[in-house]
C-alpha cells in the first residue's frame, strides 16, 4: 500500500524516521520504493500478492522472517503464525464495519473477520484519532489499550507557492477560478452530494484523482454529472505527480471535503498548509482534527453544503481568517512528532 493515498502517505512519512532508530524489513513490491530512496537502506523482502488475498496470508506466513516486532500499517495482518516476538497494528479507521450495510457479502466476511484479528493477535493497537479509537472499541468491544498517534503533513512539500502557479494551472488545464476536492472515490467521500451543492452555484469543481475509477466506478455518478449539466464545470485531473498537488491546492478559491467518515483526514491540513481556507463535514474526526479552523456542513444535507460553499465564496474576510486559522492549526500536527512516538511505543515493547 506504499502508493495508495492515505495509508500510503502514512507509510512513506514515517519509515524514513524509524531508518535511524531500528534494522528495518520492508515486506513490498520493490518496483514501488524505486522513487523513495528507501530500497537502498533498507532488506525489502519482495511480497506480490494481492491485498486482501487468500494468497496474501499463504506468502506472509512463509516469508516473515524472525524478528523483534512486527508492525502492520494496516488491517491486512497475517493471520496465520509469524516468527515475530511483539506485534503491532495500525488500525485508520474502522469504516467497513461502521458503513457495514453498504458492502457486499465477501467484503462483509472479510472485514469483520480482519479487524477483529488485527485487535486479537497483536501487543499494541495504534490509531491516528480518538474518534477512531472509539470506533475500534465500540465495533469490536476490545478492553486492549489502544494509542492515539496523530497523522501529520509533509511541510516541506505542502506550503504558500507563488511560482509556477500559471503553468500547473495549463498543464492540467485548470479553469482560473475553482473549488478542490482531493480524495478516492469511495462512496463515503460524499461526491454525488457534493455535485448536487455545486449545480446551481457559479463555480467550477476540481477533482485531484484517477478519471476512470471515478466514472467506471460509479455510473449513478456519470448520469448525475450529465443529467445536471455538469460536464463543463467539472474538472478530472487524472492522475497528478506528488509534486503538482502543492501546487493545485495553492489555486484553488477553497477546498471542500464533505467525507461522511474520516479516521483522520490529511487532505485538509494539506490545503490549509498551502493557504487554502477549507469546508469540512462536522462528522467523524473531522472536527478533532481541523478544530476552529475550519467552516463546518452538514455532510448529509446537500443544501447546507451548498450555503456553506456560498458564503466562503462570497466573504473574503471570512477566507482571510480560515486560512490563518489554518495555519496555527497545522501546527499541531508533525510527522517527526508521530514517528517519536511511535519509536517510542516500539522501544517499550523491548
Same mark, same amino acid.
Given at each position: 500500500?506504499?502508493?495508495?493515498?492515505?495509508?500510503?502517505?502514512?507509510?512513506?512519512?514515517?519509515?524514513?524516521?524509524?531508518?535511524?532508530?531500528?534494522?528495518?524489513?520492508?515486506?513490498?513490491?520493490?518496483?514501488?520504493?524505486?522513487?523513495?530512496?528507501?530500497?537502498?537502506?533498507?532488506?525489502?523482502?519482495?511480497?506480490?500478492?494481492?491485498?486482501?488475498?487468500?494468497?496474501?496470508?499463504?506468502?506472509?506466513?512463509?516469508?516473515?522472517?524472525?524478528?523483534?516486532?512486527?508492525?502492520?500499517?494496516?488491517?491486512?495482518?497475517?493471520?496465520?503464525?509469524?516468527?515475530?516476538?511483539?506485534?503491532?497494528?495500525?488500525?485508520?479507521?474502522?469504516?467497513?464495519?461502521?458503513?457495514?450495510?453498504?458492502?457486499?457479502?465477501?467484503?462483509?466476511?472479510?472485514?469483520?473477520?480482519?479487524?477483529?484479528?488485527?485487535?486479537?493477535?497483536?501487543?499494541? =493497537?495504534?490509531?491516528?484519532?480518538?474518534?477512531?479509537?472509539?470506533?475500534?472499541?465500540?465495533?469490536?468491544?476490545?478492553?486492549?489499550?489502544?494509542?492515539?498517534?496523530?497523522?501529520?503533513?509533509?511541510?516541506?512539500?505542502?506550503?504558500?507557492?507563488?511560482?509556477?502557479?500559471?503553468?500547473?494551472?495549463?498543464?492540467?488545464?485548470?479553469?482560473?477560478?475553482?473549488?478542490?476536492?482531493?480524495?478516492?472515490?469511495?462512496?463515503?467521500?460524499?461526491?454525488?452530494?457534493?455535485?448536487?451543492?455545486?449545480?446551481?452555484?457559479?463555480?467550477?469543481?476540481?477533482?485531484?484523482?484517477?478519471?476512470?475509477?471515478?466514472?467506471?466506478?460509479?455510473?449513478?455518478?456519470?448520469?448525475?454529472?450529465?443529467?445536471?449539466?455538469?460536464?463543463?464545470?467539472?474538472?478530472?485531473?487524472?492522475?497528478?505527480?506528488?509534486?503538482?498537488?502543492?501546487?493545485?491546492?495553492?489555486?484553488?478559491?477553497?477546498?471542500?471535503?464533505?467525507?461522511?467518515?474520516?479516521?483522520?483526514?490529511?487532505?485538509?491540513?494539506?490545503?490549509?498548509?498551502?493557504?487554502?481556507?477549507?469546508?469540512?463535514?462536522?462528522?467523524?474526526?473531522?472536527?478533532?482534527?481541523?478544530?476552529?479552523?475550519?467552516?463546518?456542513?452538514?455532510?448529509?444535507?446537500?443544501?447546507? =453544503?451548498?450555503?456553506?460553499?456560498?458564503?466562503?465564496?462570497?466573504?473574503?474576510?471570512?477566507?482571510?481568517?480560515?486560512?490563518?486559522?489554518?495555519?496555527?492549526?497545522?501546527?499541531?500536527?508533525?510527522?517527526?512528532?508521530?514517528?517519536?512516538?511511535?519509536?517510542?511505543? =516500539?522501544?517499550?515493547?523491548?
Amino acid at each position: 500500500m506504499h502508493n495508495a493515498s492515505g495509508i500510503g502517505t502514512y507509510i512513506k512519512n514515517i519509515v524514513p524516521f524509524l531508518l535511524n532508530n531500528f534494522d528495518i524489513t520492508l515486506l513490498a513490491k520493490s518496483e514501488e520504493l524505486q522513487n523513495y530512496n528507501l530500497k537502498n537502506k533498507v532488506k525489502v523482502i519482495e511480497c506480490n500478492s494481492n491485498i486482501y488475498s487468500i494468497k496474501e496470508q499463504f506468502e506472509l506466513f512463509k516469508k516473515i522472517p524472525k524478528c523483534d516486532v512486527f508492525w502492520s500499517p494496516h488491517y491486512n495482518i497475517p493471520v496465520l503464525p509469524i516468527k515475530a516476538k511483539k506485534r503491532i497494528v495500525t488500525i485508520h479507521d474502522v469504516y467497513h464495519l461502521a458503513f457495514y450495510d453498504t458492502l457486499n457479502l465477501k467484503q462483509k466476511l472479510y472485514a469483520k473477520f480482519m479487524i477483529n484479528q488485527a485487535v486479537s493477535k497483536s501487543d499494541i =493497537i495504534l490509531t491516528v484519532s480518538e474518534f477512531s479509537k472509539n470506533e475500534i472499541i465500540k465495533y469490536t468491544n476490545t478492553r486492549k489499550e489502544i494509542k492515539v498517534i496523530y497523522n501529520a503533513i509533509n511541510f516541506n512539500k505542502f506550503k504558500v507557492i507563488n511560482n509556477n502557479l500559471e503553468k500547473l494551472k495549463n498543464k492540467y488545464s485548470l479553469p482560473n477560478e475553482f473549488i478542490l476536492f482531493v480524495g478516492n472515490v469511495k462512496p463515503h467521500k460524499n461526491l454525488k452530494r457534493l455535485l448536487l451543492a455545486i449545480k446551481d452555484l457559479d463555480i467550477n469543481l476540481v477533482f485531484v484523482g484517477k478519471k476512470d475509477g471515478f466514472i467506471t466506478g460509479d455510473e449513478n455518478i456519470k448520469k448525475l454529472i450529465t443529467k445536471n449539466n455538469l460536464k463543463e464545470r467539472i474538472y478530472f485531473t487524472g492522475y497528478v505527480k506528488d509534486e503538482d498537488i502543492p501546487v493545485i491546492y495553492n489555486l484553488a478559491k477553497l477546498f471542500v471535503f464533505p467525507s461522511l467518515y474520516e479516521g483522520f483526514g490529511i487532505p485538509p491540513l494539506e490545503a490549509q498548509a498551502c493557504g487554502c481556507p477549507i469546508i469540512v463535514s462536522n462528522v467523524a474526526s473531522l472536527p478533532e482534527v481541523c478544530g476552529d479552523s475550519a467552516l463546518y456542513c452538514n455532510p448529509y444535507d446537500v443544501n447546507d =453544503i451548498k450555503e456553506k460553499i456560498e458564503v466562503l465564496l462570497n466573504n473574503k474576510q471570512l477566507r482571510e481568517e480560515l486560512i490563518q486559522k489554518g495555519f496555527e492549526n497545522i501546527k499541531r500536527f508533525s510527522w517527526e512528532k508521530s514517528a517519536k512516538k511511535i519509536i517510542d511505543v =516500539i522501544e517499550g515493547l523491548k
